[in-house]
């Protein structure tokens, strides 16, 4: 069993940054991938970053460039650095690790606002 718990929102002005984690229980060295979503009020959850358990990352265009994902695997946690937030930033995040089954985390609100 995999418990994930996101930490690191909260309120943000545009252009300024915020770093979330995710700690995972137990070792993510049998995780192939480590995710992070996010769902805006009254949308659809989308799909922000992966990285895998090989080195590879990848991105939503929308957040290319400006956020970047990483994994500690001695620390057992997952990491999203976001930088020059927007607006349509604003969500909820949610952490989300795939082996052989999926687990998610409860999620961290992120809210970039002046």
């Known amino acids: 069993q995999v418990q994930l718990v996101e930490s690191g929102g909260g309120l943000v002005q545009p252009g300024g940054s915020l770093r979330l984690s995710c700690a995972v229980s137990g070792s993510i060295s049998s995780i192939n991938l480590l995710r992070w979503y996010r769902q805006a ?3 659809q959850r989308e799909w922000v970053a992966v990285s895998t358990s090989g ?10 460039g400006r956020f970047t994902i990483s994994r500690d695997n001695s620390k057992n946690s997952v990491y999203l650095q976001m930088n020059s937030l927007k607006p349509e930033d604003t969500a ?7 082996g052989r089954v999926s687990y998610w985390g409860q999620g ?3 809210t970039v606002s002046s």
């Open 41 to 43: 009020p009254g949308k």
């Open 55 to 64: 080195g590879s990352t990848n991105y939503a265009d929308s957040v290319k």
């Open 92 to 98: 909820v995040y949610y952490c989300n690790a795939v």
């Open 108 to 110: 961290t609100q992120v």
